[in-house]
């Protein structure tokens, strides 16, 4: 085993494509703070803005290659195939709707079942012990499903239910 390599098998470098897009959403974050202020809710609204325009993007790429990955492990794409087809697109919204602040409480909620969904279509991937590449940024690159994606998609869902408790 290499310095590189974990335990699991995975290297760092199976990871740079993502540690690559959060230092960009970090940017974002962190540059709209300093210009604006210190908000913790308008940090948690430009992360998750900036996450799903992102993430969106590349998934819309290549659609086909993604809504395949998808329907891999999500529990709503492996039932109706061309929700897969559709996600890409609910993300570029909410992501606009984060930026716009545009009716926030159908936002976030909508962004806490969508998110919860999917982290549950990962657990059940994860605990099954299956070896799934994630479809978190389309088919453009590949990238192991590990609990790291378990915790972007959990991450959105406590961020979502944060800014509901704080509206």
């Known amino acids: 085993m290499n310095n590189e390599q974990s335990t699991n098998g995975y290297s760092l470098k199976d990871f740079l494509p993502l540690i ?3 230092s960009i959403i970090a940017l974002i974050t962190l540059s709209h703070q300093l210009y604006y202020g210190w908000n913790i809710k308008d940090c948690m609204r430009i992360i998750m803005a900036a996450f799903f325009l992102i993430f969106g993007f590349f998934k819309i790429i290549n659609l086909s290659g993604f809504a395949k990955a998808y329907s891999m492990y ?4 492996k039932r109706v195939y061309w929700y897969g087809y559709v996600y890409p697109f609910l993300e570029i919204f909410l992501g606009i709707a984060y930026i716009l602040q545009w009716k926030p409480i159908e936002t976030n909620i909508f962004t806490l079942i969508l998110m919860l969904i999917s982290a549950a279509g990962v657990f059940n991937e994860l605990r099954q ?3 799934v590449t994630c479809a978190c940024l389309g ?3 590949v990238i192991p499903m590990t609990y790291v994606t378990l915790a972007e998609d959990l991450i959105m869902a406590i961020m979502s239910l944060a800014m509901l ?3």
């Open 129 to 131: 012990g299956k070896q």
């Open 74 to 77: 999500d529990l709503i794409a």
């Open 20 to 22: 690559a897009i959060f």
């Open 139 to 141: 088919a453009l690159f």
């Open 165 to 167: 408790i704080v509206a």
